[in-house]
């Protein structure tokens, strides 16, 4: 119950005669997911420089089949270069190795292949526009940051709006937040608030439903979707030259 141990397929199996489950493909289903459970996560080679807090986030993000996500003082992560990760990762971990730096970058960057899967979750992100204008890393890394976005604009599955400072005060506040939604209608969605050494995972009734409003207040506030690329290219071209 407290998740501690891994499925036993033979258990799961008897658990699913004993419930009357007999249709082939529905415990061929059920049982590959226990198999799959019991399968470490990719994440878990690169443990020397994951936090635990962490680790549980990637695996719901992996599950997640729509990812909403507000950022207020970088680029998501999902959908950063790798020069710019490593501006990111180096600001929070200055004493690091370079050896280090880069295990954290190749992190990021391996979780970004989930946005290339033959089922890839759609992505809706929300982006305040001093994100976009905070020189990361320098004008070049900026410049190849911002058309990489324009490029991710391109997806079927990504969907990208800034706010502009021009919006004034907004829903959000508070700050950085994610929205996990997963595809069984049974599971609840997530919400993950990061800090600096741990995250918050809420999943009570009424936390999500303040956090999905100020989400969709967020989304009527930004500028529409269709003007991203336009909005990118004037920030390149007033600071990136």
């Known amino acids: 119950e407290l998740g501690r141990v891994g499925f036993k397929e033979r258990d799961v199996s008897d658990l699913l005669t004993l419930y009357g489950v007999k249709d082939p493909h529905e415990r061929e289903s059920l049982l590959k997911l226990a198999r799959d459970a019991n399968n470490p996560g990719w994440w878990h080679r690169y443990g020397d420089v994951l936090p635990t807090w962490f680790q549980s986030y990637l695996g719901l ?4 089949a729509l ?23 180096s ?11 880069d295990r954290r970058v190749d992190l990021r960057m ?11 979750p759609q992505l809706w992100a929300v982006v305040d526009e001093a994100a ?9 890394v900026m410049r190849g940051q911002l058309t990489a976005l324009i490029e991710a604009t391109r997806a079927p599955h990504v969907r990208v709006q800034v706010i ?10 508070g700050g950085a937040f994610t929205i996990l939604r997963f595809g069984d209608q049974d599971l609840p969605d997530i919400v993950y608030i990061e800090q600096l050494t741990s995250a918050i995972y809420l999943d009570k009734r009424e936390d999500l439903d303040f956090y999905a409003v100020a989400m969709e207040r967020l989304c009527v506030e930004a500028e529409p979707p269709e003007r ?3 909005i990118l290219t004037r920030i390149m071209d007033e600071l990136y030259r």
Not at 75 to 89: E, S
Not at 91 to 101: C, F, I, Q
Not at 164 to 173: L, N, S
């Open 61 to 64: 993000e992996a599950a997640a």
């Open 67 to 89: 990812i909403r996500s507000y950022e207020v003082q970088f680029v998501p992560g999902l959908l950063q270069t790798r020069d710019y990760a490593r501006a990111v990762v």
């Open 91 to 101: 600001l929070g971990h200055r004493r690091a190795t370079p050896d280090e730096l």
């Open 110 to 120: 391996q979780r970004q292949q989930l946005l290339h899967r033959p089922d890839p």
């Open 132 to 140: 976009l204008r905070r020189p990361i890393g320098g004008r070049e």
């Open 164 to 173: 502009p400072f021009d919006a004034g005060g907004h829903a959000a506040a």
């Open 228 to 230: 991203t690329p336009q």
